[in-house]
């Protein structure tokens, strides 16, 4: 019996041998020909983020890992442990082997002083991913800072544009002066698209750079980084991914659950993206004090022309309501004095739209918004805000702008469709 269980044990071996791939640089890993999902860790942690983007690393290889001829596929792209001086970053293919072991398999590694916040750079390197692991079926998951669609070092230092001129001062290869975050005592850190920090400077990539950086289409792109949960972000991607999952506000250093996202997005039949979004909700949502803070919501992008029909009826029949609305009557999704994210839903209800007007672009939201959650408030103690509605989708208030935003603003897809800011 020993000799036969020894046989079997063979025979399967050989079978799963025999329906992968060898790699030809190495010889000894093994590759399926094909896969059906293939989870993309995009983490760009050359900044002050670096050790809690290398502990979301650690947690996401700690939980559910898929075999290496499971027929799924974990891929992150990452720079090192590094903060102010770039690494080149690297491609790694993270698998259990026969034995159940985890393996992280550096596949590839980046041109030194890639930076990952370089639209050519992510361009090459997710092209490398597909060229390497064909699948029918991409997600992503994008973590760093971020601030929404907001223009490059707009965030950080508003003062430093040129007036009206709607692009930034004084470096042709998009380097901004670097601010070191100071917090209070006690006060969360955040991650507040993208941002690599090189000595005095950093980089970072604006939301048009972000879409056409994108080689191929996704099933989902979930943004663990703050202020990308606006419409201007879904709208510009809605051509890229199916789905797709942010928060309105910002989103603390810890960021998304790591440790069950293996489990979420590989482990079943289909990924399970509303899970990672409650999974996340729920750990903060328990949590007590400013660490009680979250928003998010998941977004299905095939349903977001309704939306982008009302809006533009109601941007253009209540130009002028808009156009004087307080930020103190809006519910807002930002601290401190960054004025430049609301809600959507209720910016327009403050413009007195009428009954059938309110029911339309509430169909238009159900249609659109798969989930959406929100604790009661936001960092009160550290010049946060109260949540007292939440549509699922943030947006630009014209009123609290400016001619510099104004300008930046028109290149987005959502202005092109809806003209929230007119042309000239």
């Not at 798969?370 to 007292?388: C, N, Q």
Request: with cysteine; hydrophobic share 35%.
């Amino acid at each position: 019996m020993k000799y036969l269980r020894h046989i079997f044990t063979f025979i399967l071996t050989v079978l799963a041998l025999s329906s992968c791939k060898l790699t030809c640089d190495c010889g000894n890993v093994v590759f399926p020909e094909s896969y059906d999902k293939v989870m993309i860790l995009y983490s760009a942690g050359a900044n002050s983020l670096s050790s809690d983007l290398t502990e979301d690393i650690n947690d996401l290889c700690s939980g559910y890992i898929p075999g290496v001829c499971s027929g799924d596929a974990l891929v992150i792209i990452s720079h090192h442990n590094v903060y102010k001086g770039v690494s080149e970053p690297v491609i790694e293919n993270v698998y259990t082997d026969l034995k159940g072991m985890v393996v992280r398999d550096t596949i590839k590694v980046l041109e030194q002083g890639s930076m990952l916040t370089d639209k050519e750079v992510m361009r090459s390197a997710l092209t490398t991913v597909d060229q390497i692991f064909k699948a029918s079926r991409y997600g992503m998951v994008f973590s760093s800072h971020a601030t929404g669609w907001l223009p490059t070092g707009f965030y950080d230092n508003p003062n430093l544009w040129k007036s009206g001129s709607g692009s930034y001062l004084p470096r042709p290869d998009g380097a901004v002066p670097y601010k070191e975050p100071i917090l209070a005592d006690g006060e969360p850190r955040v991650k507040s698209i993208g941002q690599t920090v090189s000595g005095a400077l950093a980089y970072e990539m604006e939301l048009v750079d972000f879409a056409e950086a994108l080689p191929f289409h996704f099933d989902y792109i979930l943004f663990d980084a703050c202020l990308m949960g606006g419409i201007e972000t879904a709208y510009e991607l809605r051509d890229h991914c199916d789905m797709i999952g942010f928060s309105q506000a910002e989103i603390l250093a810890e960021g998304l659950d790591y440790k069950t996202m293996g489990e979420r997005l590989l482990k079943g039949k289909d990924p399970d993206v509303i899970g990672v979004c409650q999974d996340y909700f729920d750990y903060y949502n328990a949590q007590s004090g400013s660490m009680r803070s979250a928003t998010i919501s998941l977004i299905d992008c095939k349903k977001l022309e309704p939306l982008a029909g009302i809006c533009k009826k109601l941007f253009n029949d209540y130009r002028a309501d808009i156009s004087t609305l307080s930020r103190y009557r809006v519910q807002r999704y930002y601290r401190s004095n960054r004025k430049w994210f609301f809600d959507l839903q209720d910016m327009l209800e403050k413009c007195s739209i009428t009954a059938d007007e309110s029911k339309s672009l509430q169909d238009a939201l159900d249609g659109c918004v798969v989930y959406k959650a929100a604790t009661p408030s936001f960092m009160l103690e550290y010049s946060g805000f109260e949540i007292d509605v939440h549509c699922g989708l943030s947006m630009y208030l014209p009123s609290e702008g400016n001619m510099r935003l104004d300008n930046a603003y028109r290149k987005l897809e959502w202005n092109k469709a809806t003209e929230l800011v007119e042309y000239d």
